[in-house]
């Protein structure tokens, strides 16, 4: 029997829904939350990634800003645009596109944004607040992959849960919330011997490694979950495909993430999950 497929189109869009009614309180009172995105440079996939930031920030009654600045941008520019928000009293939420251009300093960057507008939960101090399990904002996408594991039915405390990738972004925090579920975590990286019997173990397996298809049938435990946060185009047919090679994985799986339409539209709908909470902040 096929896995049963993880939307998160439709799961992300039950969550827009209650927000839209969070916000419509939050402005009968007369607040409005705001979000302020900065891109540096023109890379085509942070511009979709914004857009789509924008677009979720109308849907849900967010006011938001932009600010473009040119590839040449310096550190100082950036981190003095940086300052000035966290001054602005009608912006909550601050987040900065990664990645950044070569010549910026991502680490000092991050390092500049107020913790209590940090809504991509990047900074040293939410990182750290995550660690113990003690957190005011979830960085974005693990947030949105507990959510649908949550959707799948299946219980976190005492699985086993294995983790592909190892990035501050994805991987690392990832490991985190699945521990504080009472997971039992194993972290597979590069440097791991054994992978595919790592991986075989895994009743819920979460595959963050920028590596199309990398995730084999051979690799699933039979009814396992298995969510995909990759996104990677193929060079010779251009189309979007995940870490995991859907259509083999899915005759095995238990339950499965699509991509697209899997984990990303759950990335936009933490964020503005976060942004709405900053304001209580």
């Not at 009472?182 to 397996?205: F, M, P, Q, W, Y």
């Amino acid at each position: 029997m096929p896995a049963k497929v993880l939307s998160g189109k439709l799961l992300s869009a039950r969550i827009k829904d209650e927000l839209k009614h969070e916000v419509a309180q939050l402005e009968s009172k007369g607040i409005t939350p705001g979000l302020a995105v900065v891109i540096v440079g023109n890379d085509p996939a942070s511009r979709v990634y914004v857009n789509s930031k924008k677009k979720a920030c109308e849907e849900i009654g967010i006011y938001s800003e932009e600010y473009a600045l040119p590839e040449d941008a310096t550190q100082m520019d950036l981190v003095n645009l940086i300052t000035s928000l966290n001054q602005k009293k009608d912006i909550d939420g601050i987040l900065v596109q990664l990645p950044l251009p070569k010549h910026i300093n991502e680490e000092e960057v991050i390092n500049t944004i107020n913790p209590k507008k940090d809504v991509d939960a990047f900074h040293p101090v939410n990182v750290g607040k995550i660690m113990i399990g003690n957190y005011d904002f979830l960085p974005c996408t693990p947030a949105g992959v507990m959510e649908l594991i949550k959707e799948s039915g299946i219980e976190i405390a005492g699985k086993e849960c294995v983790v592909v990738g190892r990035s501050n972004i994805v991987g690392k925090p990832q490991s985190m919330l699945l521990l504080h579920e009472h997971g039992t975590v194993t972290i597979c990286h590069s440097r791991t011997k054994n992978i595919k019997e790592v991986c075989r173990k895994a009743d819920i397996l979460v595959a963050a490694v920028g590596k199309a298809n990398f995730i084999t049938a051979d690799m699933v435990k039979p009814g396992a979950v298995v969510i995909d946060v990759g996104i990677n185009r193929l060079e010779d047919t251009k189309k979007l495909v995940g870490d995991v090679d859907f259509d083999n994985v899915a005759e095995i799986a238990g339950a499965i993430t699509p991509v697209p339409g899997g984990v990303g539209p759950m990335t936009i709908a933490m964020l503005m999950r976060n942004t709405v909470k900053a304001v209580q902040l």
